[in-house]
Every structure is written in C-alpha cells, then in structure tokens.
C-alpha cells in the first residue's frame, strides 16, 4: 500500500524567506502528483498538479518539482506572506485510481 | 462558482442515530471519494466511485456505506456514529485518471460532523 510522508510536520518561518516541504513517497506506481492548501476548518484548495512524466510546475511564487523514480517531490514557497500560513498536504494518485495523502505541513508565516 | 458542493457544512446528530452526508458536482467527473479526516490528520480515503463501481478501502469499517444513484451525486451514510467518527468529511472528485493524468482533483468544503 502506498505510504506518504511529508517532512518537516510543522515549520515556522517569519515573512520573506524562501522555504521548502517535503513529501515522499514508497510507490513509483503513480500517474500524478498534487499539492494542497488547507487553512483551518476548510476543505483543500489545489496548488499544483506534476504528472509522473513531468520534473516540475510552477505557479506564480510556488514551484513543484517530482523525482518519481527516487519518490519524493518538494514544493518552493519564494518570499513567504503571513497569508500562506496553511497546512499543505501532498497526494499520489497510483495507477489504481486512489489518492493517497501525505500527514502534511503546518506552516505559519511570522510577520 | 462551487463545483464539488457539500451538504450540510455542519452536521449534529445523536451518538447510533444514522447520518447522511451528502455531495453534488458540477464538473461531470467520473470519479467521485469521500474521505475521513480528524483533527490535525491527514484525509483518509474511505471508498470510492468510478462511474458506477464501488471501490471500498480495506481499512473502512463497515458502518460507512455510500450510495451514488447518478453522476452528480454521491452520499455517505452513518448507520450507527460512535463518538470516533466525529471528524470532518471531504467529497471529491476527478476525471478518469490515465487518460486524464494532467486532471486535478476538486475538493468540496467538507461537513463537519460532530457526534453527541
């Protein structure tokens, strides 16, 4: 069964840095990857797909990269806000139609 | 415009009195899931639809059935809700993967359920 981890479980950054989450993966066997965003009490809000064909995306201050064959993916946050202070939670989708999701990152931005 | 749509946001009931939570899509995806998640835990897949296919995950305990009478909907009952299923539920969806790898998945709000 597919296991995602994301490391570090909780980070404090204060306003301006540039930093980097961490998600990891045991199944290769996957068609895509996703990036989320959960603020407290909220559903998930998509940030980023990577296909398993794909090195990377990138959206506005956020960039994705995807290292299948070594099963580990990491999301850049460039010039961090107080509004990107969220959980962000990483997905799998394996090749047998199931979305596995990672333990997640609790980021708060200090301002 | 909200197109995973989850009925209610916050939902009470009495601890073994049955729940039903509901969602609705807009987007005519094929793939409809509802997950399980608790405070500070990441979501955990329950079951899921792929058109009319019921895929239920080994782990999910079977007071959780799911029933999706069209496209567009897709419901999850509660036969008897012990005090550990409090915990907010997530509907979402997604195209046929595969072909539509480049698809991402949409998530409704959620409902809350609270067990009293």
């Known amino acids: 069964k597919q296991e995602v981890t994301q490391i570090p479980a909780a980070l404090s950054v204060p306003e301006g840095e540039n930093l980097v989450l961490n998600c990891s993966f045991t199944d290769s066997a996957i068609y895509n990857l996703q990036w989320f965003r959960q603020d407290p009490g909220k559903g998930l809000t998509s940030l980023l797909l990577i296909q398993s064909s794909q090195r990377e995306q990138t959206s506005g201050r956020l960039n994705a990269s995807l290292d299948k064959s070594s099963g580990r993916s990491t999301l850049y946050i460039a010039a961090s806000q107080p509004g990107d202070s969220a959980t962000y939670l990483c997905a799998v989708l394996n090749t047998g139609n199931q979305f596995y999701f990672g333990t997640g990152t609790s980021l708060t931005v200090i301002p | 415009d909200a197109m995973v749509i989850q009925n209610p946001r916050y939902q009470v009931t009495q601890f073994g009195k049955p729940v039903t939570l509901s969602c609705s899509q807009t987007?005519?995806?094929?793939?409809m899931y509802w997950y399980q998640q608790k405070s500070s835990q990441a979501p955990k897949l329950l079951f899921h639809y792929y058109d009319k296919d019921f895929n239920n995950e080994a782990d999910t305990p079977d007071n959780f059935q799911s029933r999706r009478p069209n496209t567009s909907f897709c419901f999850l009952d509660i036969r008897s809700p012990g005090l550990g299923d409090a915990a907010m539920y997530l509907c979402?969806?997604?195209?046929?993967?595969?072909?539509?790898?480049?698809?991402?998945?949409?998530f409704g709000d959620g409902t809350r359920l609270s067990i009293l």
């Open positions: 979402a969806t997604s195209r046929r993967p595969g072909a539509a790898s480049n698809q991402p998945q949409h």
């Open positions: 987007l005519n995806h094929n793939v």
